[in-house]
């Protein structure tokens, strides 16, 4: 079996990429995410199929199927359980993945960082089509003010919401587009997710230390292959809690209600996912100035491998960086917790507030490493040049025998 794998064009690609690829021996429980990213992706276009053959999309007939799917259909409950909060469990690992990401260095990868990022918003416009499929109350009004935001755009605004909508308000035409993107972006998004991959093999993964160098390296089978399953487990045993016991959790009680464009909820809010951004969208008063610093507390992501980090890669080198780090983090989950709440003066206030740190925090964590290193490698008689690092880890690399051996 050894030797046949070998022979086989396409098993030795295969094995050199995944079986026998070389990872370094101290990888933490938070590599554990890409994979279940991974897993969630797939769970997610495998129950997506089985609930199309059951959707109709049509404004007449759409929450009808929905309630179709859940009281008539054999197991139809189950699986659209899964699929709305495996939805959440997506966003939480991606979340905690590009977490990692920064506090770790992998910044430093940029095709992988920008694959990454570009991915992510690939899935948020996944989970805003499939928001609005089900037609309910709050489906209806976030679709209906998600896209009237295309109107800030210069000279085309209006005719591009026009066209996204297929007509002149959202309707009919609108729903259909959408379950036709909702339908067809899963597979664009594995498709990146693999270019993904090949650029984070091609790159070197970073470890803990934040490089290569001077880390043991072991082969992906059988270490973290069974590290990976047993983190899908327990993701597994998380998930059911919600899916069989609590699967109305992620869900706004709306959403329960058929679409009346008569009638315009309260408190019209997104996922808990999207929560952040839109706290920041209604702390700016000014509809264009709101929505740019909107779409830049996402965008900004994109800006991360061309700052000017610290000359160590892991930001667990740096104390001040931990701490604006996790400052950072608490900052994220309080604009969470903040676009729950009504739409009241003293949670407009703070959203304002707390989007001005989200910003400042960024740039902090960036000169906290450059003054950290300013102040350490000064006095020091010898200097560490960013990047040797991962240069001797691609060296090592490159000698190591992947045929099941390590180094």
């Known amino acids: 079996m050894e030797s046949y794998r070998l022979r086989n064009p396409f098993l030795r690609v295969l094995t050199k990429s995944i079986w026998d690829y070389p990872v370094p021996c101290n990888l933490s429980v938070w590599w554990n995410f890409g994979s279940l990213l991974g897993f969630c992706l797939l769970v997610q276009i495998v129950t997506g199929l089985f609930l199309a053959m059951h959707y109709t999309p049509h404004v007449d007939y759409a929450f009808g199927s929905i309630m179709h799917i859940i009281r008539d259909v054999k197991e139809g409950w189950f699986l659209r359980s899964v699929h709305v909060n495996f939805a959440s469990g997506f966003f939480f690992c991606l979340y905690c993945h590009i977490g990692r990401g920064i506090y770790y260095g992998s910044v430093d990868n940029e095709k992988v960082w920008l694959t990454g990022v570009t991915l992510y918003l690939l899935v948020c416009a996944e989970a805003f089509f499939g928001y609005v499929l089900p037609w309910g109350q709050m489906s209806y009004w976030g ?242 040049k960013k990047g040797v690092a991962a240069s001797e880890g691609s060296e090592v690399k490159e000698s190591l025998v992947v045929s099941g051996q390590c180094v």
């Open 143 to 384: 679709a209906t003010v998600i896209t009237s935001m295309l109107t800030v755009i210069p000279w085309c605004g209006v005719a591009l919401t026009e066209f996204v909508w297929g007509d002149y308000c959202v309707g009919d035409a609108t729903l259909k587009r959408f379950y036709v993107f909702h339908f067809l972006l899963p597979f664009v998004i594995a498709g990146v997710a693999v270019i993904h991959i090949f650029y984070l093999h091609q790159e070197d993964s970073n470890c803990p230390l934040g490089g290569l160098s001077m880390v043991q390296m072991v082969p992906f089978h059988p270490y973290y292959t069974l590290k990976d399953l047993t983190g899908i487990l327990a993701f597994c045993f998380m998930m059911n809690f919600f899916v069989l016991l609590y699967p109305d959790t992620f869900l706004a009680c709306e959403n329960w209600l058929k679409a009346n464009p008569m009638k315009t909820p309260l408190n019209i809010k997104p996922e808990w996912y999207f929560m952040f951004a839109y706290t920041i969208l209604r702390s700016i008063p000014h509809k264009t100035g709101g929505i740019v610093v909107m779409a830049s507390s996402i965008l900004v992501l994109y800006l991360f491998p061309f700052f000017n980090w610290g000359e160590m890669r892991s930001g667990a080198f740096y104390l001040p960086f931990q701490v604006i780090f996790w400052c950072w983090v608490v900052v994220f989950l309080l604009l969470i917790r903040t676009g729950h709440a009504h739409v009241r003066p003293v949670y407009v206030s703070l959203g304002y507030c707390l989007t001005i740190f989200y910003f400042a925090l960024i740039f902090l964590m960036v000169y906290s490493q450059l003054i950290w290193d300013y102040f350490l490698f000064s006095f020091s008689p010898v200097r560490v």
